[in-house]
């Protein structure tokens, strides 16, 4: 599990053909402190650290990615060179400072605009039809492994104010109108809505 408080922001340094996909992470975390078989939350995307080493200054670990995670989330169109957020799967008694996430991709959703409000951006997103459901005012969605709150809903399209810390110290700083994005809809949500189900 994890909360969605982004602690750092990796690099994608190498894509392998190793079995379906294997991608090399570069990124700050000590890999002494990573044990193998490891989650990590990879642009809200939970994988498993199959291989983990320094090299040249920088430390790495590497995941293997099944064919169905490359179609069903924004990792089939990664590059060498890509920024990804990275959260380190919480641990029992730590500060739950965002909210439960599980690392479950349920969709892939669009920036549609991005406009510079105060200090802050708000960009507006495009969720898939099937998920827009889920997606509540004031209710909590994870995006690109973030956890963020929903300020409005149109439809499939909602608004998220995103602050300059977040902007600072996560990929918001430098996404893009286009740019497709990883959505996790909030568990809670998710089990309102079956037990709303009719039977």
């Known amino acids: 599990m994890f909360t969605g408080i982004i602690t750092d922001v990796g690099k994608v340094g190498k894509i392998e053909k190793k079995g379906d996909a294997r991608f090399v992470i ?3 975390y000590d890999p002494t402190t990573i044990d193998l078989g490891a989650s990590i939350a990879c642009d809200g ?21 099944s064919q169905e995670t490359l179609d069903c989330t924004t990792l089939g169109e990664w590059r060498e060179g890509r920024s990804i957020n990275l959260e380190r799967a919480m641990k029992v008694g730590e500060e739950l400072g965002g909210h ?3 690392g479950h991709v349920d969709g892939v959703a669009e920036i549609v605009s991005i406009r510079e409000e105060g200090g802050s951006k708000r960009f507006t997103f495009r969720a898939p ?28 399209t909602f608004g998220i104010n995103i602050i300059p810390h977040t902007q600072d110290v996560t990929i918001w700083g430098t996404a893009r109108v286009g740019d497709k994005i990883n959505l996790e809809i909030d568990v809670l949500a998710r089990y309102v809505a079956r037990l709303t189900q009719e039977d």
Do not use: H, Q, R, Y
Request: hydrophobic content about 45%.
């Open 26 to 28: 570069e990124t700050a």
């Open 100 to 102: 439960i996430v599980s």
């Open 129 to 156: 039809d099937d998920l827009k459901k889920f997606i509540a005012p004031k209710g909590s969605v994870t995006l690109s492994g973030t956890s963020l709150t929903v300020n409005e809903v149109e439809g499939a």
């Open 45 to 65: 995307c939970c994988l498993t650290v199959v291989e983990k080493g320094a090299m040249n200054a920088n430390n790495w670990f590497a995941v293997d990615v």
